[in-house]
């Protein structure tokens, strides 16, 4: 089982910055996939960004690529997303998720591919 908990959330202004993290516990692997996905009100959940555990291949969502980065520090069971230049939409509680396993790249954008979530953190960008 692995246990994961997001951090770095919090209110930024439009064209801010915020890095969240996603800290994993429990049974964590180098070969884990790791993505990030968020929810904001009134809408359904949407992909973000991924990073294979195999190949370390990063995946974004057309409405980040060139703003947000997703690494990870193996070392520190940690993955954190990088976001630049804010937008107001933007605003939404985002979600770290895990996978034990490395989804083919045409699931790689999918939910259901990840069996580990986190909590959520709140992101808000004002205008």
């Known amino acids: 089982q692995v246990q994961l908990v997001e951090s770095g959330g919090g209110l930024v202004q439009a064209s801010g910055s915020l890095r969240l993290s996603c800290a994993a516990s429990?049974?964590?692997?180098?070969?884990?996939?790791v993505a990030w996905f968020r929810q904001a009100p009134g809408k359904e959940r949407e992909f973000v960004a991924a990073i294979r555990g195999r190949d370390r291949q990063t995946y974004y969502a057309d409405s980040v690529k060139g703003r947000f980065t997703i690494t990870r520090d193996n070392a520190k069971n940690t993955a954190y997303l990088q976001m630049n230049n804010l937008k107001p939409e933007d605003t939404a509680v985002y979600y770290c998720?895990?996978?034990?396993?490395?989804?083919?790249?045409?699931?790689?954008?999918?939910?259901?591919?990840?069996?580990?979530w986190g909590q959520g953190t709140q992101v808000t960008v004002s205008s």
């Open positions: 429990g049974r964590t692997s180098s070969r884990d996939s």
């Open positions: 998720a895990g996978s034990g396993g490395s989804p083919i790249t045409s699931q790689v954008r999918h939910s259901q591919a990840y069996e580990y």
